[in-house]
């Protein structure tokens, strides 16, 4: 090869280079902006993103198009004016292209496990509605769980909007299911829902630094977490202790140690202790709580037929934990009290005649307990057998509490930062609050903590009128049980906080509850309020 063949070529091979070199990043659009979302109609809609320094950034939609130029830190900005309600539209961003895009209703629904509480948990009661009923107009989104203390997030993890079909509403929460499903036959417009909330979480941990400088020991808490070193050392040292009780709960415990195991079927179990379930003497030691791990059996007999067919076991629920097995063959599993344990049992493994049920139940802090007027019984064919009453009890592993352990989510502002922050720029019709559970033994605090996030929040959204619908704490806890008291304090301040804010208003629901339940069922009632009272809104 001559020589000037062979620099032709490099020359070539170096304008290639710098046309890769310079090749520009495809246009990057927040999380909820993705296919199927729903846009809030009749207010102006922002879209914001980041693309290359100084590329041309042009977005389009229903015969609009609008242009700009993205700064030298990437960043860019599209205001668009407010849209009536359509679709289904495509936004093309570059060459983004989504599709499926509805204008209509959107609400942000947040706060903690009773609005978080899916479909999937109340199909109890609304099965026959929930089973065959779709509609493609109402979509729903949830926002993946994250914390920060040091400052707000600017995005969230990927998420999918999912329209309401058979093959998505049981990750619903169900409070918004029926508010979503309500509102869009009332209105015939599409309804978005996002839905950002974490089971067990405080009020204050939904609100900014700014919001509780009011509240100064929140707020030196908060500071307190955004040290990182700190809070990785703090979580690295409670696993490690969490780790080893586990272990020595199975080390210790005689049920799964050495010879029989204590859930096989043919144990012989004759010199254990026969106990009334509800009766919990069994669940004191040395008058003390008695923590580890408590052994369960019981024999019942199966009518002709059963084992040829699935059957149901239902045993209510349990404080703290269960593993459960049928004739030695493990049926299910729950690590935590509050889910209805609903276990399958298979075709098969019962057989006609005498079975062995065998509960091994885990106690991690408190008096270990199966929960009154929940459902104790194996369903077979249409057929009942009950198991409330009498089972033989032996005590397993005996350990101390569980470890302390730090819920990180529960810390003032790092939801607030991690879960809301990165919303700033969607626009919403209004604001659905159902949360305090987590706040009930502070109650007196309540009205000025959530008076104050609703003005951080709305400050967030730009938004000076945007509505907040509270949603009233369910009643919870039995008659006699002093604990009412403070419960009752908590929903008259949510009365205060909305009477106070004068834009914000009270979904009763104290009428809803279950005394045994701090997650009743009945999530349609307050889902109906609700859109009651967003339409009141809409009509004036």
């Known amino acids: 090869m001559n020589t000037h063949k062979f620099h032709l070529r490099l020359l070539l091979f170096a304008v290639m280079l710098s046309h890769w070199a310079v090749v520009k990043p495809e246009v990057v659009l927040p999380s909820l902006f993705a296919d199927g979302m729903v846009l809030q109609r009749g207010r102006e809609l922002r879209v914001n993103g980041t693309a290359a320094p100084g590329e041309k950034v042009t977005l389009s939609m229903a015969g609009r198009k609008y242009t700009v130029t993205a700064a030298a830190s990437g960043r860019w900005s599209i205001v668009m004016p407010g849209m009536k309600a359509g679709g289904p539209y495509e936004m093309r961003i570059n060459d983004v292209c989504l599709k499926d895009v509805m204008v209509g209703d959107v609400f942000l629904c947040a706060g903690q496990s009773n609005m978080e509480l899916t479909v999937a948990r109340v199909m109890d009661r609304y099965a026959e509605e929930v089973e065959g009923y779709e509609n493609t107009r109402v979509r729903y989104v949830k926002v993946p769980y994250a914390y920060r203390f040091d400052a707000p997030a600017d995005t969230l993890k990927k998420v999918r909007w999912q329209a ?136 019942i007999d199966v009518p002709a037929g059963c084992g040829a067919m699935e059957a149901v076991l239902r045993l209510g629920c349990m404080v703290d934990a269960d593993s459960v097995y049928v004739n030695g063959r493990l049926v299910g599993s729950t690590g935590y009290q509050y889910p209805p344990r609903i276990y399958k049992v298979p075709a098969g493994l019962l057989s006609e005649g005498r079975n062995q049920i065998t509960i091994r139940l885990f106690s991690y802090g408190g008096r270990p307990s199966f929960v009154r007027e929940k459902p104790y019984k194996l369903i077979c064919g249409g057929r009942e057998i009950s198991l409330e009453g009498e089972w033989k009890h032996r005590a397993g592993a005996q350990m101390p509490q569980w470890p302390s352990t730090t819920s990180l989510q529960n810390m003032p502002g790092g939801l607030f930062n991690g879960m809301v922050h990165p919303l700033r720029d969607y626009g919403f019709s209004g604001v659905v609050w159902y949360q305090g559970e987590s706040n009930v033994g502070r109650w007196g605090e309540y009205a000025g903590l959530l008076g104050a996030m609703m003005k951080d929040w709305r400050k967030l959204f730009a938004d000076d009128g945007l509505p907040f619908y509270i949603v009233e704490l369910a009643d919870f806890l039995a008659p006699d049980d002093p604990g009412r008291a403070a419960w009752a304090g908590l929903r008259k301040q949510q009365a205060m906080a909305a009477e106070t804010d004068g834009n914000a208003v009270l979904i009763k629901n104290s009428d809803t509850g279950e005394w045994n339940d701090i997650h009743p069922l009945d999530k349609k009632t307050a889902a109906g309020r609700l859109v009651e009272a967003v339409m009141r809104r809409i009509n004036n």
Request: net charge negative.
């Open 164 to 299: 309401m079909t058979a093959d998505n509403v049981a990750g619903y929460s169900a409070l918004c299911y029926f508010f979503g499903r309500m509102l869009q036959e009332r209105t015939s417009v599409a309804v978005g829902i996002v839905n950002t909330s974490w089971g067990g979480t405080p009020v204050e941990a939904w609100m900014s630094g700014q919001a509780l400088e009011d509240f100064p020991e929140y707020r030196s808490l908060m500071s307190i977490y955004a040290d990182a070193e700190m809070t990785d050392a703090v979580i690295r040292d409670e696993r490690m202790r969490q780790a080893a009780w586990t272990a020595e709960t199975w080390r210790s415990d005689p049920g799964v140690n050495g010879g029989k195991k204590w859930y096989e079927a043919d144990y012989d179990d004759t010199d254990w202790e026969k106990v009334d379930m509800f009766d919990r003497r069994w669940a004191t030691r040395h008058g003390r709580a008695a923590n580890g791990t408590h052994w369960f059996r019981r024999e």
